[in-house]
């Protein structure tokens, strides 16, 4: 009679065995992410001392990034994901083209009441006959 008891002593010891095995599974693959992301990090940094450049990145939940964010997301879906490139030449002209000839000129942008960049700058010009280039 004590047996069964004793049973579910033992199923329930080795469920937490196999928990605990299946957790230390999970660690080991976390701190493998966790220095394959510091190594990327030390590159990046190498790479940004190199070439002399500053890192600007922004806090987390720093809204002043919406309009940059909102920008690399539209010319990320609707100009180069996707697409295969076959020269680096190849992509800067497709990213000048989306910039020039969709995003500037006719795509509506909030964060300047509803209108394109090209008419944005058009009404600023005619508003203060200042033209910045």
């Given at each position: 009679?004590?047996?069964?008891?004793?049973?579910?002593?033992?199923?329930?010891?080795?469920?937490l065995?196999?928990?605990?095995?299946?957790?230390?599974?999970?660690?080991?693959?976390?701190?493998?992410?966790?220095?394959?992301?510091?190594y990327c990090?030390?590159?990046?940094?190498?790479?940004?001392?190199?070439?002399?450049?500053k890192?600007?990145?922004s806090?987390?939940?720093?809204?002043?990034?919406?309009?940059?964010?909102?920008?690399f997301?539209?010319?990320?879906?609707?100009?180069?994901?996707?697409?295969?490139?076959?020269?680096?030449?190849?992509?800067?002209?497709q990213?000048?083209?989306?910039?020039?000839?969709?995003?500037?000129?006719?795509?509506?942008?909030s964060?300047?009441?509803?209108?394109?960049?090209?008419?944005?700058?058009?009404?600023?010009?005619a508003?203060?006959?200042?033209h910045d280039?």
């Amino acid at each position: 009679m004590i047996l069964p008891s004793n049973s579910k002593a033992i199923q329930r010891e080795q469920a937490l065995a196999d928990e605990n095995a299946r957790l230390k599974c999970q660690l080991a693959e976390k701190s493998e992410e966790l220095e394959i992301a510091q190594y990327c990090l030390t590159l990046y940094r190498s790479l940004m001392i190199q070439h002399d450049l500053k890192c600007s990145m922004s806090a987390k939940d720093n809204c002043y990034d919406a309009c940059a964010e909102s920008f690399f997301h539209s010319l990320k879906i609707q100009a180069i994901h996707g697409e295969c490139f076959e020269t680096r030449d190849a992509m800067r002209r497709q990213v000048l083209e989306y910039i020039e000839m969709d995003y500037n000129r006719q795509r509506r942008h909030s964060a300047i009441g509803m209108i394109s960049s090209e008419a944005f700058e058009a009404r600023m010009i005619a508003e203060t006959g200042v033209h910045d280039c």
